[in-house]
């Protein structure tokens, strides 16, 4: 207990200053990882802490004596959230608010208004972005759908893969004897063959196999995805890509993190080939952010996960009624989909350490990862 006390110092070291608490609350403010403004009574920011300044990326010397509607417009519900706070005295909570003004664009957000009892008109304003919460809540499922069909996908591999050679045999065999108008029906059985042969081996990633890491070159892997979609399934659609150069390696398995972004661009290729416009784009981008810490538990592994790699395409949106089951195996909307491509992507996403993140609207929708960062054997990892 008192070696507790001793390394939060907490003790009380003289007695004269036994009323005196060592730790000044400036201090506790900026160790909170919520993000905490104080307005006056006129909505002008008068105190942040560092989760704040982190918010709205911008510093605390900025932040100090800016009215409020600087950062959201005036007509923003926040304003309406402020304002019941001190009217009522009380505080008022609303969720999943979308925080967009010229200096700022979250979505998902949860806010807290607390009027301050000792100075009349003050509210304590607190904001969190949920994402981060739901994404890691999001793959956790997913995660653990996926371990339920690794077991389903180990028996297929091994029961339907042999009998599936056997008959893509036969079939080619009947295909180089049989009259011309039975050799289309022998062709369609050896593309089927091949078509249940490729997502069973699909299905096999799954595994559990050990996850060999090393450092990776993103800028490469993207590359590579390019272009084998470009050549592909991709063919006519326009490609932007905003990269950020210094960006470390990712630590990382090259080829699952080409799988994952295959599939990202595919689906974002998809999304595009619905419609009837002809200006379809896929944005392809990268970047550090600076100062975010956010990390993601998996296994005994805590890793920062400062580095991020996004997809994004112009498409229609993503339909909202499977926006919740996203991750999740054989949730699709395509005739011929297997709904296996995001499941994948968040199980080795997860096996990475790493964090998955969607936000969609129509003509906007955004896959953005996060990965940790290669570090040198003997560096410290933080
Ligand atoms: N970029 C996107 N834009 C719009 N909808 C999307 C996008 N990405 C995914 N979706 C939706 O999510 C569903 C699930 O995607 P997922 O990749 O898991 O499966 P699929 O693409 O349907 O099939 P598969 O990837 O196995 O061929 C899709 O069917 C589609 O409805
Ligand atoms: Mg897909």
């Known amino acids: 207990m008192s070696g507790f006390k001793r390394a939060f110092g907490l003790m009380k070291r003289n007695p004269r200053a036994a009323s005196e608490p060592r730790v000044d609350a400036a201090r506790i403010l900026d160790a909170l990882p919520l993000a905490m403004v104080v307005l006056d009574e006129q909505d002008n920011i008068s105190t942040v802490n560092y989760a704040a ?6 510093s605390k010397n900025l932040l100090m004596n800016t009215h409020l509607s600087e950062i959201l417009p005036l007509d923003h519900p926040i304003f309406l959230v402020l304002e019941r706070a001190r009217r009522d005295g009380l505080t008022v909570a609303e969720h999943d ?20 009892q000792d100075a009349p008109g003050f509210v304590v304003l607190t904001l969190q972005d949920e994402s981060a919460a739901r994404a890691l809540d999001q793959q956790m499922s ?14 297929l591999a091994h029961e339907v893969k042999n009998p599936l050679s056997g008959i893509r045999g036969a079939a080619q065999l009947l295909e180089a004897s049989a009259p011309a108008q039975d050799r289309e ?3 369609l059985i050896r593309d089927e063959a091949d078509r249940i042969r490729a997502m069973v081996e699909r299905m096999e990633t799954f595994g559990e196999k050990k996850l060999e890491r090393h450092a ?12 084998l979609s470009g050549s592909g399934f991709a063919a006519r ?3 932007i890509e905003s990269y950020d150069p210094s960006l470390p390696h990712v630590h990382g398995n090259r080829d699952q993190l080409v799988q994952v972004l295959l599939n990202l ?33 998996s296994g005994r592994m805590r890793a920062n996960l400062p580095l991020f790699v996004a997809v994004r395409d112009n498409g229609p949106g993503i339909p909202e009624d499977i926006r919740r089951h996203l991750f999740e195996p054989f949730i699709s909307t395509k005739a011929s989909g297997s709904g296996l ?13 790493g964090l998955i993140d969607m936000e969609s609207r129509p003509g906007r929708t955004e896959f953005r990862i996060n990965l940790p960062v290669f570090e040198e054997p003997g560096e410290s990892d933080g």
């Open 53 to 58: 300044e982190e918010f709205f990326g911008s």
């Open 97 to 116: 608010m979308a925080l967009e003004g010229p200096r700022l664009a979250r979505r998902g957000c949860a806010v807290q208004a607390a009027p301050l």
């Open 142 to 155: 997913a995660r653990n759908a996926a371990r339920s069909i690794t077991g389903m996908a180990a028996i």
């Open 185 to 187: 029906l022998a062709v």
């Open 216 to 227: 990776v070159n993103i800028h490469r892997v993207l590359e590579h995805v390019r272009k």
């Open 237 to 239: 659609i326009r490609f």
């Open 265 to 297: 661009v595919k689906n974002a290729a998809e999304s595009i080939a619905g419609m009837e416009r002809d200006d379809g784009e896929i944005h392809l981008s990268t970047g550090f952010q600076h100062g975010v810490r956010l990390s993601a538990s």
């Open 341 to 353: 491509g995001l499941a994948l992507v968040a199980k080795i996403i997860a096996d990475h350490g």
